[in-house]
């Protein structure tokens, strides 16, 4: 599989054409689940959900016959960890041809915590519609995309940093420097891309760079799940063992540390 590939091409999809996942893909996906994990171990559970049968739909996905939905144990670092696993689902679903959109604020929430059978000290972050793309977006689609300006990512020298926050990174290994770039592209809830990370020596430091306002619910930061997002991005790129060690290097105070990549070969 090519994932610079599918990571490069990978869009959220809003336009659906009304066709019900074929069988084999189902299968599939169903297949994929089993092997998808994080560096937390905190178990993620996957539920696909009919859209007919549980009478579901949420603001500008159109065509859409079924969702998938995760729920986490309310734990520490259970954002990350289900950006982590999610994210698997989302990539490799589109190695597949199909299309996701990470819903964490345009739904209902109750009606699907309800479907997905949401149980007292889990969390269901987000969820994603599960279909083919139709052949042309809808217009609210085409003017969701242009409100986040989704096909617009930040500078990679506005997002990495080598040794401190002012001198920027630039990696001459070539499987760094592709995961850089995988992170850089990656999706974010608004398309805020809060990721920020430091280097020092063979550990590359992952921070969360917090807008105003974010909740510190646990299960409720979608900040924290774009970092999860961002590490599993990194992971596919490098040999290396993800780690909670904060390094303690000062950072602004809207910057929040989230882990540590250390390659390991
Ligand atoms: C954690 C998270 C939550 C998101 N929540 C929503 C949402 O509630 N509604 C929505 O339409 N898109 C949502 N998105 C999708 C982003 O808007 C989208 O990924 C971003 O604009 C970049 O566009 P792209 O995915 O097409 O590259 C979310 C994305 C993430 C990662």
Redo the contacts with the bound molecule.
């Keep these: 599989m090519d994932w610079m590939e599918v990571i490069r091409t ?5 336009t659906f054409d009304g066709r019900m996942l074929e069988m084999e893909h189902l299968g599939k996906l169903a297949e994929y689940i089993d092997s998808i994990a994080n560096p937390w171990r905190i178990p993620v559970e996957f539920v696909f959900l009919d859209t007919e049968e549980y009478k579901l739909s ?4 159109r065509g859409e016959k079924m969702y998938v939905a995760a729920k986490v144990p309310k734990v520490k670092h259970a954002e990350e960890a289900f ?1 982590y696993a999610f ?1 698997q689902f989302v990539l490799y679903a589109w190695s597949l041809g199909i299309g996701t ?7 209902k929430r109750e009606d699907f915590e309800k479907a997905a059978y949401l149980q007292e000290g889990e969390v269901m ?2 969820i994603s519609p599960v279909g083919y793309p139709a052949a042309k977006m809808s217009f609210r689609e085409a003017a ?2 242009k409100g ?4 617009h990512r930040k500078k990679a020298s506005d997002l990495f940093f080598d040794g401190d926050w002012n001198t920027p990174l630039v990696s001459e290994d070539p499987d760094v420097a592709q995961a850089l770039e995988a992170v850089r ?7 805020k891309q809060p990721w920020r990370i430091l280097r020092t020596g063979d550990k590359y430091h992952f921070y969360v760079r917090h807008d105003k306002g974010y909740s510190t619910e646990v299960g409720e930061d ?2 924290k ?2 970092l999860g ?1 961002a590490l599993y991005h990194f992971m596919r790129f490098v040999e290396g063992a993800v780690s909670v060690e904060d390094p303690a290097i000062p950072a602004d105070e809207n910057m929040e540390y989230i882990a540590t990549v250390t390659i390991t070969r």
């Design positions: 990978r869009r959220s999809v809003r949420t603001p500008v996905i950006g994210e959109t990470w819903i964490g604020g345009t739904m972050c987000c969701m995309r986040v300006r989704a096909d592209l990656a999706p974010s809830a608004v398309n979608m900040q799940i774009d997002i």
